[in-house]
């Protein structure tokens, strides 16, 4: 048996201004067959999934090619054209095959395609033909489309936010797919989009609403005959017609089964509505009550700054507060090449002043001038073995600056944009986040692995920014109306939101 395994996996912000080029994609990584061992086995990534399987179940596993980049803006058609032509060609000159598995993220969004993810699980099916089970994995994040459903055998989204789980559930996907290829299954898929969308604030799953959400999809999985089911938080800052939650259950051959699970889940969560509106502290506000906390380190998560979704990762939004306040003792990153560059011509040692952040657009603040000493230098890269968001192990800052202010904040400046999903991120350039009062990470949940272990508390802040919490602030203009809680007395009928089952 002989499975190829390939994929595309973009988080898009639509509202991004910088373009996900070819370029963009080959800095962040285009993965070819054994590199893509070499990059993923070990990792807790989706690929590394997919590649376990050949183990686990004494099938072939194919990797031919995986490409992915950071959450930036919408992908270019050249990109879109260019890396999807190479999946499809390497997908028929080494076919045929008895599977396939996608490791999409399942928010992409190209210039000539709203739906990526759909458009590519099409062309992938049209390349195999209807007879080959197509297994795809996808991120929680997913803004799941019709067709990405029709046009895969069975889909599998990650279970947990921040994600620890994208091995697993491509492992789960795996499955199914060789199940199904010896005939011992016949998976029926039936997907339920109710007019919902869950804030990004609410959406860490150790706690309610998601707590919930997650506790219901098991229960689901329980029930007789059920092979997998799922809910995908989806995606805000991809203006599309999918944006929002959606609601997944595949079953052993039977439709109205998995219709009627999904439909189960879906009016769960949509009951739980309420607890899902973003309802968070201002930078002002949350600083201070990080300050007159008595034990630190208290975590700022700066929600408008979210590098995982895409932001500019240079807000100095928290940081201008806490200057306006006379608030001291900040530890944070920030995304300045320029800033990088004049402090290691000055030297460790030096005592240098300059406009540090804010340079990428207004949304995330003004440039911040500050005087300080080059403590570090150091190259950015580090590595974690342990479950980061997302399961990757290897990550590269570029040239790397701590900055001592004269008032006493830290702030680490980075030549690449990286989030705060690791402490190795710190520890590498010689930093403890432990013994700082206040730390501002740049997120909503992903960075939650890493510094709740260490967080006296944890605020989620309204920052501005392309990932803010404040959705009103975008102008939608391809998203689906009525939509909760844009539209705070739309209604959810299940009838009027077709499923979708792909034929037995
Ligand atoms: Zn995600």
Redesign the pocket.
């Known amino acids: 048996m002989r499975l190829a395994t390939l994929g595309l996996s973009h ?1 898009t912000n639509t509202f991004s201004r910088v373009p996900a080029d070819y370029e963009q994609f080959a800095r962040g990584g285009i993965a070819r067959g054994d590199e893509i061992v070499r990059e993923y086995r070990d990792s807790n990534a989706t690929m590394a999934g997919f590649l376990e399987a050949a183990d686990r179940f004494g099938v072939v596993v194919v990797p031919l090619l995986m490409a992915r980049t950071g959450p930036i803006g919408t992908i270019t058609r050249d990109a879109f054209d260019r890396i999807v032509g190479e999946m499809l060609q390497l997908l028929t000159e080494q076919g045929p095959w008895d599977g396939v598995l996608l490791a999409q ?1 399942g ?1 992409a969004v190209s210039e000539a395609y709203p739906d990526a993810d759909g458009e590519i699980a099409a062309r992938v099916r049209a390349l195999v033909g209807p007879d080959v089970p197509v297994g795809m994995a996808i ?4 803004n799941i489309s019709p067709r990405m459903i029709e046009q895969t055998t069975v889909t599998v989204v ?1 279970r947990t ?1 921040p ?1 620890l789980d994208p091995r697993e559930r491509a492992l789960e996907c795996a499955e199914l797919v060789v199940r199904t290829i010896e005939g011992a299954i016949r998976p029926i898929q039936a997907l339920e989009t109710p007019p919902l969308v869950i804030n990004i604030v609410k959406q860490f799953t150790g706690e309610e609403p998601m707590l919930g959400v997650v506790r219901d999809v098991e229960a689901a999985i329980g029930r007789p005959g059920m092979l997998s089911a799922s809910a995908a ?1 989806g ?1 805000p800052y991809a203006d599309v017609a999918e944006m929002g939650m959606a609601f997944l259950a595949v079953h052993d051959g039977d439709a109205g089964a998995a219709r009627d699970a999904a439909r189960w889940l879906a009016r769960r969560a949509w009951e739980r509505r309420a607890q899902m509106v973003g309802d968070i502290p201002s930078p002002e506000e949350a600083l201070r009550r990080a300050a007159a906390a008595t034990r630190g380190p208290v975590v700022l998560m700066d929600v408008g700054d979210n590098i ?1 979704g895409g932001s500019s990762a240079d807000s100095t939004v928290i940081l201008e507060a806490a200057r306006r306040l006379g608030i001291r003792g900040l530890l944070q990153t920030l995304y300045d090449p320029e800033a990088v560059r004049a402090c290691v011509a000055a030297g460790v040692g030096a005592v240098v002043t300059l406009a540090v952040g804010g340079k990428t657009d207004e949304m995330h603040g003004r440039p911040v001038v500050v005087s300080g000493r080059v403590r570090t230098i150091s190259d950015g890269q580090f590595e974690d073995p342990t479950p980061t ?2 399961g990757f192990r290897y990550f590269d800052g570029g040239t790397t600056v701590v900055l001592e202010t004269t008032d006493e904040h830290t702030l680490v400046l980075e030549s690449r944009r990286v989030g705060n999903t690791s402490l190795e991120q710190m520890y590498s350039a010689g930093v403890r986040p432990e013994r700082k009062r206040i730390v501002v990470a740049k997120g909503v949940v ?1 960075p939650r692995a890493a510094y709740a272990p260490i967080a006296t508390e944890i605020i989620l802040v309204n920052t501005p920014g392309v990932t803010t919490a404040d959705l009103s602030f975008f102008n939608y203009r391809r998203r689906r109306r009525p939509l909760y809680p844009f539209e705070a007395d739309a209604t959810y009928d299940p009838a009027s939101y077709t499923t979708y089952t792909r034929k037995p």
């Open positions: 988080e993220h928010a991120d929680m994040h997913a990650y936010n994600h938080e995606y995982g968001h997302g992903s």
